[in-house]
């Protein structure tokens, strides 16, 4: 049957009565059984006490249609990293009967609220964390324990706690450092990773030289091993290894950022001196290994010879320990133990000990065997009754053994109880509740912890049935009569109980002032109370509540004291029950009160001794008797006053119902049963029902049950078939009206067991749980008991041992083995007995599936090639077992290759695969992967096949330096096939196609020969080759052609393959062809496409770099020079380019120049070129408006100005739109005409409109003016709105109206007419009245007679029509009239309402307000005003509505509505991003679909007139953009790219402005600098380092000026280049030869900087070739110590000898003081005029002699022309104009060349020396020369004093700023020295502002001429950075700093020219506007030098104070 839940039935007022055992508060209590469980008398008319106890014994358990506990379906993460840059969700989800709750809760317990913008809490069960700035973190928020809470009415639980970890992204650097390791030793390369990063960071592999990969690897590669840690072991260290670097690449856990490290570590490897001992490296203490997976624990000693390492596991006890022997999962790695697929037996003490011939060493470490924590809860849900008894068992596992702990509903339950009926036993594995309760019912969760794991299971525990217990109860009152009062109890059981109230054990009195009610809460209580208004003295009492259900019942007692006189209230007829005792308490009333007797028959009781009458009134009769007992009663009571009341009550007796008792007697199924209840003793009428279980039995013929009533007094129940169902408690229910009985007995049917879950058998996987369950049925209860047989065979089962805790037999008969060891395979037999037959039992199997395991796993296999491999791989393991075979993630079959054959072999526990590669070839070398598979698990063993043949190919084959003649080239030594190389053959060929040795030349070379320096033929005799790198140079080459070179290896075995190829091209000369084919095509009214091809090819004369596009205007006055444009192009391409900026329909000429890296070629021949048609940019000029008529306006303008028309003007575009319009939205019309004046027709009369005008062209539509105002003429207004009269007095009305609804000008007057109605009709008459009067007063009037009013309006145009017509008739009655009118009225939030309700009436009218029907509540907001108007002050947007002005008198009523609109600004439009660009972002906005911005508006407050755009950069403050009603797209640029910016947008209207659209986060395109590889980025020679810094990428954001840093070997860093130009070239010069230098980089854009570090090698000068950048350890070393020895032998002094006379200071200094002297007296005016230097020749001496202290050096030589010398030309010459010097001397010699001059020259057809292509500055300095005399000295070089510019710049070690000033006070700045000079030079703005190709041209002249070079040996104290550039600024060094070291020389390529001013007027006069020198600071050198005089160091004195520290820029 379906079940139903309970169902009390009530008995409204005529329920149970209820006798009150409680005392009167006076009087002391009588204690005597509840009057609730006894039998006592009660009123007869109502049900008995025993039908409501069977009303609610046979409902039914609402608990099984009741709530169900909450259980998570997601549980949040034990743990939540995240970065501020992202933010984080975190989720919690949990379902349930009714929906838990889901809340977050902070680590105390208390919610977790939403904070704005940091931590949002939603609804959905989320906990948002939005991204934030650093600023904003806070630890109370983003370093927080959270927990989620789910909670319904059935419990609660809470999940883990979750720890939240906020990290604020900061900028890091990883780096790698040196590992110092003895030869043949373990060496440790470590990540290091600062430590506020290093948790959220993982090293998931390490780089090789840049391109090899090394990743986590058990095995390794026999040479490297990555352990999951992060380290590198680098094995058996040799000194090969030495020459490779390795950084580690990281990923960042909560960014997804991979990096590499910063610097790259290298492995150094020292050979030690001896013997040493083992040492370790560092101690570990500990190692962690996850079960299941693979575990290393390391171990690396230094020591020499090499340590041998054995290893050791301590066993129980401190001196124990075995060996740890190597297998399959235990094997050695460089010392380190590899264990293989680590279980929990692995734990324990490890023991390495190094030992080597010096001694040993040992170092403990600690394996600790991690598992996850598992937990299962048994049973999951589980229902008792109350009182009965429950149990969880908690079933956990992991390792190591978690820790466990209980929760009830979220609380903690504490070990062995907290005062609760719950217990938890053992080691929190078990909880009991021994009886439970209400409160134990609900949520329990077990929770298990380890060190870093934590689980949980939810169980819930719920109550079936369960006494009532009263929640919350009514308290004792004494009151005066009068007041209100309210009863209440809360009552909760299962089934959900009923509440009774009675009255002194009567029913509550049934009359209006008592209210009862009753109602059930979702969690189940019932609540119930008794209201009882103005209680009176008779309501005196002891009230009683009785909460029953069919368990039991509670019930609650307090008296209601009421003063007043004492009274009895009216008692209903007692029905007592025979035999039982009789409780009656007297229902009096009144306070206070003496005594109550009771009296029967006249006779005061008690009589006998079976009556009892208690001080409280209570009457007891024990055991009553139907004959001496019944008859009527009456009781007194009276107070101390003598006042008294009686009462009487009649008393019946009933005798109960007494059944025979009966029994079943115990069945078998089959078996038939009929048992009789007999009612052997009761009073009529009896009712006999049946009930099994507690509910209702009828007969049911399907199940054989026949229910017969057999006469009156019994009834007989049939059982014809007895089975399983039948089982249970019969009870039979006699009732009568005294009372319910009942019988109940067992009906017990045996049953032998049967299976609910019959067992099976099973497989598990090793080391995992299992449960093997077995759950049978029967009565009684089967027992259930499991056993095992050992061996394989099902015999001899035996008891299971569960003594290790791992087998565990649950209450349900599930056998759970928590970790299945091998051992636990096997039969096992479940048995179930109840004694009831033979029971039940099964055998089932349990399988331990073994994971697949390899014997052996790493080998290497050798072949030549061309031969058979075959590799065996076998695996042992269980069934079925496939084995496949890998090789870089790619499996390889049978059909993967003809060469391939897999033969395969499976045995019992073992399979076998053998894998053969048929005639092997060098790529089948490598690594194979044999994997074993089953469906338990797998397992992997590496194969290396190693495959002898001829060498690979060279890599990184580098063309190290190109001469005119020769090319230097570099190569990585390739693979050499497993056979050494023993020759290398280099072949090139000028022929681009592919390079072979047919088409070649070629020449060989000894790979192991030594590097001579002499050269014959194409290639050197000798090469070097170090290991790693090789290198040879070729020589005897073509200049300016390109060859290409490919390299091979040869072996014993043949040459192998030939290298990719490498182009060196020589020394370029610039173009000698223009560009062809060169269009200039119109893109746009704004831009010229232009196109060319390249120049023929045998002009090219190098690579092609790009194009100069010269462009012009053609026409008008703007003609004049090309201004040009570089343009990029790929080699051997022409070019396509758009010029932009243009000018609309303008002509144009294009020109354009080929360039390559020497220089510009010869312009190309002039096209001309149009740009289309635009729109114009500028609106028509001088817009009338007037009108015509009240209906149409002209308008007259002039065409825009002709420079911005920008095409024919075709036409005009006039807008306009009405500006009165308020009702909506501003609708707009365009008119289009060609001519300058219109007229628009149509229009509205007296209206303002708004006009527009713009021009078009065939482009499309230009510029809209500013909007001018237009208003219409006047017309005759339109009738009065509205008339109404009425009678303000007998005989007096009053007439009223409303203005004009279109007023079409402005009122001057209204005219009223008036007519009385007689007989017939006369004139009217008429009256005037003022534009500001709307009423007006007529009277006296007729009785009796009719009058007719109405009204018009005029103007100054005239008269408009009239209203209709009214009329009145006088009487003398003044009904009730409103004079007003209502309307519309649309006003502004916030503004002043008036409604206006003037009225009439006699008597004087009643006036209400309403607002929407309901009465408006006036305020000092919302007043009413004395004439009946309403006031409404700041109305708000609630205000809007139907506001009707009610007025009524005797006589009428009337009413007016007037409507008031409240307009509010617009809504906020929803903004949406369409593009993002690297600077603009563009915006578009809406309303949603189908949304304008008129049903936006309709809402607010009119149209919407405009929008306001603010943006902001993060950080920075907000701008905003104005924007037009029109405009729904907006586009906003010149953003910094790369940067996050913030927008929203808001709409106004007439009101103001609207609600902001929410922020949006846009983030403009562009990334930070990407930096090339040292091989782009850099060429080196032997003194110098070129920098590209073209090869940088920006990222799509432009880059800053560049930060050059250079670090000599050994040294501080230094700053090379401060502020370098991104794209372009330079060169560090003057740097030491053969060692290395680190260059840094620092780049930076708005998107980030990128710094990067570069080692970079100087070729060698000693060897006389060239070294390469990346030296082996052995090759530096050599060159480092042959310079060393060089250096020894030139610093001896040489013999002396004999100088040349001016190298004499005697001579020079006097002949030079001389010579100046004159300069200074004699020229200083022609100079300044001519701007020239004039200095006569130094005598030379024809042979001179080399000088006795310096060793100079020539690296380059001069060439001389009799005709001149070109040299570069000073800005502002003509392009091509050749500059020439007149016949002067060129120096030759060192004595010649000043210390700091710049030279060039023009180039010959000689060979050069490897230089840098384009400018060098040289430095010569001799250590006898002073400055006065290098002064004298520089006067032999020809005039190229205003030509030559050069740059002088002192480095500091740290950079200085351009332009500084030094501390000298004479000096001025560059600004004031400038006008000073009145120099027609370029400002450096405007130079700047030159156009690129001009600069170019510049660049060619300079470009055409080699330099000189010489080098400084010995004393370089006043050597100057030298910057040889147009582009120059000065640095004012102060004295201290003019006295460092030599720095270097900086000379920067195609770079833009500026022309600088000179520093001093007085350098021109004296000639040193051709170089800058310097004077060493404070005391002179020449104080202390014996070969100088006093006159001449004076001489020196002064003029070093008269130039003080000239400088030229």
Known sequence: MARRPPRLRGTGRSGLQRISLRERPTEPA???????????????????????????????????????????????????????????????????????????????????????????????????????????????????????????????????????????????????????????????????????????????????????????????????????????????????????????????????????????GKVVVTEPKGVLPPRFNEKSSAVIGRRGEDAVIPCTAQGHPTPSYLWFRKLEGIFRQETVTENERRFLLGGSLVLRNVQAEDAGFYVCSANNSGGSASLEVQLRVLAPVGVHLQPSSLLVDSGQSAEFICVATGLPPPETWWLKDGQRIRLGGDGTSATVTGNGERIVVTSAQREDQGMYQCVAQSENDMAQSTAELRLGASKPQLLYKFIQQTLQPGPDVSLKCIATGQPTPQIQWTLDGFPLPQNERFMIGQYATVSGDVISHVNISKVSVEDGGNYACAAINRVGIT???????????????????????????????????????????????????????????????????????????????????????????????????????????????????????????????????????????????????????????????????????????????????????????????????????????????????????????????????????????????????????????????????????????????????????????????????????????????????????????????????????????????????????????????????????????????????????????????????????????????????????????????????????????????????????????????????????????????????????????????VTKLRPSTTYYFRVAGVN????????????????????????????????????????????????????????????????????????????????????????????????????????????????????????????????????????????????????????????NIKGYKVNYESTDDTSGYMESEVKETSEHLTSIHGLQKYANYSVRVAAFTGAGIGTYSEPISCLTAEDVPGPPSNIRVALSAPYTAIVSWSPPEEAHGVLIRYQLYEREVRRGSGDPTRRSFLATQTQATIGPLREHSSYEFWVTAATRIGEGPSTKVVSISPNSRVPASILSFGKLHALPWRSNALLACQFVGIPRPELHWTHDLSPVSFSQRMRLMDNGSLSIHEIQKQDHGNYTCHVKNVHNTERIVHIVKVLVPPPAPRLEVLSIGSHNVTLQWGWGPGVGAAEAAADAGGPIIGYVLSYKRELGDWKEVRLGRRDMRHTLTDLPCGTLHFVHIAAFNRVGMGDSSPATAVHT?????????????????????????????????????????????????????????????????????????????????????????????????????????????????????????????????????????????????????????????????????????????????????PSTDVKVQYYSALARDQQGMEIPRPPGSPPHAPVTCGQGHIPEYGEDIYPYATFQVQKTNEPQQPTPRGFQTFVYQDSRMMPGEAMAAREGVCGMAPQVETTQRVSHGRSRSLGKVGPNKGLRSDSEEYDSLGSDSDTEHAASSRTESSNQLEDNLRDKNSSFHSYLHGNNRHSHLMKVSESSSTMEPSFQDRRLNTNHIIRKHNSTWKRQPFVHSRARQIGTDETAFTFPSKVPRCLGEERISRAECDFYLQYRNLHEHVVLR
């Not at 989800?93 to 913008?117: H, I, K, N, Q």
């Not at 695996?875 to 890998?886: E, R, T």
């Not at 023993?982 to 790979?1007: F, M, W």
């Open 30 to 264: 009588v204690k005597m059984p509840p009057p609730w469980i006894l039998h006592r008398g009660r009123p007869a008319t109502t049900l008995t006490l025993g039908l409501a106890f069977v009303s609610c014994f046979v409902g039914v358990s609402s608990y099984l249609t009741e709530s169900r506990g909450p259980r998570f379906t997601l549980e949040p993460p034990p743990l939540v990293l995240f970065s501020n840059a992202t933010g984080a969700r975190v989720d919690c989800a949990a379902e349930g009967t009714p929906p838990p709750r889901v809340e977050w809760l902070l680590a105390d317990g208390s919610p977790a609220p939403s904070v704005p913008s940091t931590r949002l809490a939603l609804g959905n069960g989320t906990l948002l964390f939005p991204p934030f700035r650093g600023e904003a973190f806070r630890p109370d928020v983003h370093t927080a324990t959270y927990r989620c809470s789910a909670a319904n009415t059935a419990g609660r639980i809470i999940s883990l706690d979750v720890q939240v970890r906020a990290v604020v992204l900061q900028h890091y650097e990883i780096s790698v450092y040196d590992a110092h390791v003895v030869l043949g030793n373990t060496a440790v390369l470590r990540c290091n990773i600062p430590s506020f990063v290093k948790d959220y960071m993982a090293v998931t592999s390490w780089l090789q030289d840049n391109h090899f990969n090394i990743y986590p690897s058990i095995e390794g590669d026999q040479k490297h091993l990555m352990l999951p840690s992060g380290d590198l072991y680098v094995l058996n260290a040799n000194p090969s290894d030495g020459y490779s670097s390795y950084r580690c690449r990281t990923l960042h856990k909560l960014t997804g950022i991979t990096q590499e490290s910063s610097t790259a």
């Open 555 to 1033: 019930f609650h007692t307090a008296p209601l004291h009421v003063y007043g006189l004492p009274m009895v209230r009216k008692m209903p007829p007692i029905s007592a029950v025979a035999g039982e005792p009789l409780y009656v308490t007297c229902p009096a009333a009144g306070f206070p009160i003496a005594g109550i007797n009771w009296e029967k028959d006249g006779r005061i009781l008690p009589v006998n001794h079976r009556q009892t009458v208690h001080p409280n009134g209570t009457l007891v009769v024990m055991n009553v008797q139907q004959r001496d007992d019944r008859g009527t009663y009456s009781c007194t009571v009276k107070n101390r006053q003598g006042h008294s009341d009686r009462g009487t009550v009649e008393i019946t007796v009933t005798v109960p119902p007494e059944i025979t008792p009966f029994h079943f007697q115990e069945l078998t199924e089959g078996a038939r049963v009929q048992v009789q209840c007999i009612v052997q003793r009761g009073d009529l009428p009896l009712n006999i029902t049946w009930m099994k279980n507690y509910e209702p039995l009828v007969t049911d013929h399907n199940n054989h049950i026949h229910i017969t009533d057999f006469n009156t007094y019994s009834s007989i129940l049939t059982i014809g078939s007895v089975s399983l169902y039948h089982r249970g408690n019969y009870t039979c229910l006699a009732r009568n009206p005294a009372r319910s009985v009942s019988h109940t007995s067992q009906l017990k049917i045996s049953v032998p067991p049967e299976w609910l879950t019959e067992p099976k058998d099973t497989s598990a996987i090793a080391g995992h749980p299992v449960g093997l369950h077995c759950q049978a049925d029967g009565f009684p209860a089967p027992r259930t008991t499991w056993r095992k047989a050992p061996g394989k065979h099902p015999a001899h089962f035996a008891p299971i041992n569960s003594r290790d805790g791992l087998v565990t037999v649950l209450s349900n008969g599930t056998l759970l083995i928590r970790s299945v060891l091998e051992e636990h395979e096997g039969y096992y037999l479940c048995e179930a007995n109840n004694g009831i037959g033979a029971g039940l039992s099964a055998v089932v199997f349990l399988t331990v599936n073994a994971l697949p395991r390899f014997v052996t796993s790493l080998r290497k296999e050798t072949v030549r090639k061309g031969s058979t491999a075959s590799f065996l791989c076998e695996a042992s393991g269980d069934q079925p077992m496939q084995i496949v075979w890998k090789r870089d993630g790619i499996r390889l079959t049978s059909e993967s290759s003809h060469r391939y054959h897999i033969k395969e072999n499976a045995l019992e526990a073992s399979a076998f695969s053998q894998f053969l590669i048929r005639h092997v070839t060098s790529d089948d070398s490598g690594k194979y992967l044999c994997i074993a598979s089953n469906p338990f698990g797998k397992d992997e063993t590496v194969v290396e096949l190693m495959v002898q043949d001829v060498p690979e190919a060279p890599t990184d084959v580098r063309v190290m330096e190109s001469r005119s003649r020769s090319v230097k080239l570099s190569w990585t030594e390739p693979d050499e096939g497993n056979s050494p190389i023993l020759q290398y053959t280099v072949v090139y060929t000028t022929d681009p196609g592919p390079v072979t040795e047919i088409n070649s030349e070629r020449q060989t070379y000894d790979a192991t020969s030594s590097y001579a320096s002499e050269w014959a033929g194409g290639v050197q005799q000798g090469g070097s080759s170090t290991k790693g790198r090789s290198f040879a140079e």
């Open 1052 to 1207: 014993q075995l043949g040459r192998g393959s030939l290298s990719g190829v490498v182009s060196g091209t020589t020394d370029p000369e610039a173009p000698s062809g223009p560009p062809r084919s060169l269009t200039a095509l119109p893109m746009g009214e704004r831009a010229l496409r232009v196109t060319w091809l390249p120049p023929d090819e045998e002009h090219w004369n190098g690579a092609i770099l790009g194009y100069y596009l010269g462009l012009m205007q053609a026409s008008g006055a703007a003609e004049g020079r090309f201004n040009y444009t570089t343009v990029k192009a790929a080699e051997g391409r022409g070019g396509d380019w758009i010029l932009r900026g243009l000018k609309s329909f303008t002509k144009y000429k294009v020109t354009a120049q080929a360039f390559n890296s020497a220089g510009a070629g010869p312009s190309s021949e002039e096209v001309t070129a149009m740009t289309l048609e635009g729109v114009p940019t500028a609106p028509p000029q001088d817009i009338k408006c007037q009108p015509l008529t009240s209906q149409s306006i002209q308008l007259v303008w002039q065409s825009p100005p002709i420079g911005q028309q920008n095409g």
């Open 1565 to 1745: 395109r562009g990334e930070r600098p990407t930096a090339p590889s040292g091989t782009d980025a850099f060429k080196a020679n032997s003194h110098s380092i070129t920098v590209h810094l073209s090869k940088w990428k920006d990222g799509d954001c432009p880059m800053r000026p560049v930060l050059v840093e250079k670090q000599p070997e050994g040294k501080g860093w230094v700053t090379a280049i401060a502020e370098a130009t991104p794209g372009d070239t330079y060169t560090l010069f003057g740097l030491e030869s053969g060692t290395l230098h680190n260059v840094r980089i620092t780049a930076q854009n708005n998107k980030g900087t990128t710094v990067s570090t570069y080692k970079i090698y100087t070729q060698s000068l000693t060897e006389g070739a060239s070294t390469p950048l990346d030296l082996s350890l052995e090759t530096r070393k050599e060159l480092e110590k042959k310079l060393a020895e060089k250096a020894v032998v030139e610093g001896k002094n040489p013999e002396p000898s004999q100088p040349p006379f001016y190298a004499d200071l005697r001579v020079s200094v006097p002949t030079g003081v001389s010579l100046l002297a004159v300069a200074l007296t004699l020229t200083t005016v022609v100079i300044c005029l001519k701007k020239k230097s004039t200095a006569p020749s130094i005598s030379e001496d024809p042979n001179p002699a």
